[in-house]
């Protein structure tokens, strides 16, 4: 691995770290504002990721470094620890909880969108391919290059992880949120079958052969809002 795939390496870490961290700090949050202090009593209401790399340091630290050196592409996870009887008796607000980290998600997407136009603007950058290095490039090298990765990653990554956590399959943020949308009672069983690891499994292979059908379209339609004048 010679030092320009050590450089983006470094910027897919520090992006997917910050983008991980900002997710599970709304989980935190939200669960904290409906009553429980599990995650917030962890520390895990912060946008300091060690507390979530403490939590998760194989899905925050050995995977994606793993993963980058293995396939130039970066993989991981983080979770955030709730109480399990406060989603039971209060289902809608745990609900609430599981959409907060996909919002998070969405911030970013138009925090990062926002960067690209500004950057845009003032000549750093301008559109390349579309991909997660290269939705925009750098208009020279040094900073200008750096910025044009960073922005890419920032924009793709958390576009793919708000949609990847929203397809409504347990344990993804979906399959919680579904209770925002039935009765307590069905919420509270839902609950119960969610918990079960054989749903959990099913969830997770179902959802990672669904995301690339669902991901490129909705991308597509995202880029277009993004560069409506190459459109």
């Known amino acids: 691995m010679d030092a320009g795939q050590v450089a983006v390496g470094l910027i897919w870490y520090v992006v997917l ?14 669960a904290a504002r409906g009553g429980d202090l599990t995650a917030y009593l962890g ?18 630290v050995a995977v994606p470094l793993l993963s980058f050196a293995l396939s130039g592409w970066m993989i991981g996870w983080a979770s955030t620890p709730y109480d399990p009887r406060w989603a039971y008796a209060h289902p809608r607000r745990a609900g609430w909880m599981s959409l907060a980290g996909p919002a998070a998600n969405f911030a970013l997407v138009v925090l990062a969108g ?18 997660f290095t290269s939705l925009v490039t750098g208009t020279g090298s040094g900073i200008a290059e750096v910025i044009g990765i960073f922005l890419s990653l920032l924009f793709m990554l958390n576009l793919l992880l708000l ?26 069983r839902m609950q119960q079958w969610m918990a079960r690891p054989a749903f959990a499994l099913f969830g997770i292979l179902a959802a990672w052969i669904a995301i690339p059908q669902i991901f490129w379209p909705v991308c597509a339609v995202a880029l277009r809002v993004l560069f409506p004048e190459y459109f």
């Open 17 to 30: 770290l910050f983008s991980l961290t900002v997710h599970e700090a709304g989980h935190a949050w939200a």
């Open 43 to 60: 520390g895990q209401v912060s946008l300091d990721p060690r507390p979530h790399v403490r939590r998760e340091p194989f899905g925050t």
């Open 114 to 131: 926002v960067g690209i136009r500004l950057t845009m603007m003032a000549g750093v950058v301008e559109p390349g391919i579309p991909g």
């Open 163 to 188: 949609l990847f956590n929203l397809i409504p399959v347990p344990p993804l943020d979906g399959g919680g949120a579904l209770g925002l949308l039935v009765s307590g009672d069905t919420a509270r």
